[in-house]
């Protein structure tokens, strides 16, 4: 037995996405062979919550599947095969390009932890693309799924980081990486696609079945449950993005194949949590017409829907899907008004929408730190004026002290935000110092973003002039 699966206590090993046709995937080992395999962070917090033994992490040779050696039986190693349209255009057949899933495991609660090799070399699904991750990107995709997490939104996160002792080429050669990652499932409205648009839809209700069986089992013997599932898509997939808008968070790449049917933030490229407050922040440097800009995102993510709606006619009558689309924007109002309020301590009235509302165009006009503002507002009044021009915050104070409910602010503000400087920090030093430290500094603080950790002042500023020209782009 492989040792890995020594330190799966009471959770159970399983692949059942390899029981679908095999149409859905092409079955194999991880292409990559890592040379000089080497463990950069372990997150024992997900092990825990997974029902592993957090000792695995002293183990190498029960660690070796994560960077995918000894994926031998009973692990079930696919690529699994997906569409999408990207940038607004249909982009035929993508897929696993360089993720490996190896199966799932169930903890003693019953919940699914997908698990997936992002770097672990080519598969048939490749392209024109090596298989391969850089260390900044996974880095980036570990830290990032493990504070969204944190701040309770749903995600996938990341168990281990691994730099394998390879050069990998983009603009320059680079430490390449992989990082095994963890979602309920990586299944996106892609899947879905691939099928209605490559004229194989007997495969959509078998797709479906698989979901439901597994991610919605409520729904298994309602005689509406295609209708029923679709609307939870949409439930999620509103209410996921006004997530991302009330902590300021921009995906960057919200292409149809990067959406989760379970409505969880998937593949972190170049996203970015923004530093003063613009509507039209473009975080992804390849996107040259803001498609995907702070703004966009709940305008896209209905789109997005509109596309899975039209994949699934097989299954479920476009009509009726329209109609179910009808309820997004209501959906996604109403979420997003009752997070903003949360975040100002405002009470939950009709009126008080128009406070936060307003307070975003003052924040916009004078380019105020998004994540500051909110946190000064609930703890330190004085430090929250200082932030404005002088007085030009008074009259909207005044208002603001009518309506405010004195919410308890813990845990709604973040005082830690993962900001790309902090994240490049954590980048440089490893690969030009080879030091961990920051990014072990960072991790305490992604663990606990409500919380100040006295010594460690220097990750909570905004970012300097030189920190703000940071630029993230697809390249990863
Ligand atoms: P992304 O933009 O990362 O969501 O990727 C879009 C598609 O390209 C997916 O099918 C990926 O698997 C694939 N892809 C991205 N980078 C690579 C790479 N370096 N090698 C192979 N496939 C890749
Ligand atoms: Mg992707």
Known sequence: ?????????????????????????????????????????????LAEDMGLDPNLAQDPDALKPLYGQNLEDPFCSLASVYSGHQFGVWAGQLGDGRALLI??????????????????????????????????????????????????????????????GEKVFREEAEPGAVIARVAESHIRFGHFEHFFFHE???????????????????????PTRS??????????????????????????????????????????????????????????????????????????????????AYALQPVLDFDTAKKILESYSTLFSNCYDRLMKRRCGLSDTASSTELWKDLLL????????????????????????????????DSWLKRYDEYYASYES??????????????????RDFEDEGSSAPLYSIWDLIKNPFTVAKDKEYFLKPPTLEQQKICVSCSS
């Open 410 to 427: 813990n845990a709604i503000n973040p005082h830690f935000v993962l900001r790309n400087w902090v994240l490049e920090h954590a980048i």
């Open 1 to 45: 037995m492989s040792s890995f699966l020594t330190y799966v206590q009471k959770a159970k090993f399983d692949n059942h996405f390899s029981r679908l046709p095999d149409i859905f995937y092409t079955k194999m080992m991880a292409e990559l062979k890592a040379p000089k395999p080497y463990l950069v962070h372990f997150n024992s917090q």
């Open 227 to 308: 209708e029923d599932f679709f609307a939870l898509v949409v439930k999620r997939t509103a209410e996921l993005i006004a997530h991302w808008q009330s902590v300021g968070f921009c995906h960057g790449v919200m292409n149809t194949d990067n959406m989760s049917i379970l409505g969880l933030t998937l593949d972190y490229g170049p996203y970015g949590f923004m530093d003063h407050f613009n509507p039209h922040h473009i975080c992804n440097h390849s996107d040259d017409y803001g498609r995907y800009s702070f703004a966009q995102q709940p305008v896209i993510g209905l789109w997005n829907l509109q596309v899975l």
């Open 362 to 393: 003052l924040m916009q006009q004078q380019k105020i730190d998004y994540s500051l503002c909110f946190y000064y507002l609930q703890k330190d009044r004085d430090q929250f004026s200082n932030l404005f021009v002088s007085r030009s915050v």
């Open 200 to 222: 194989q839809e007997k495969f959509i209700p078998i797709l479906l079945d698989y979901v439901i069986e597994h991610f919605f089992p409520d729904l298994k013997n309602s």
């Open 103 to 164: 199966g799932q495991l169930r903890n003693d609660s019953n919940q699914i932890f997908d698990l997936q090799l992002k770097g672990a070399g080519l598969t048939p699904y490749s392209r024109r693309g090596d298989g391969r991750a850089v260390f900044r990107s996974s880095l980036r995709e570990y830290c990032a799924g493990e504070y969204m997490h944190q701040l309770g939104i749903p995600t996938s996160r990341a168990l281990s980081l691994f730099t394998t």
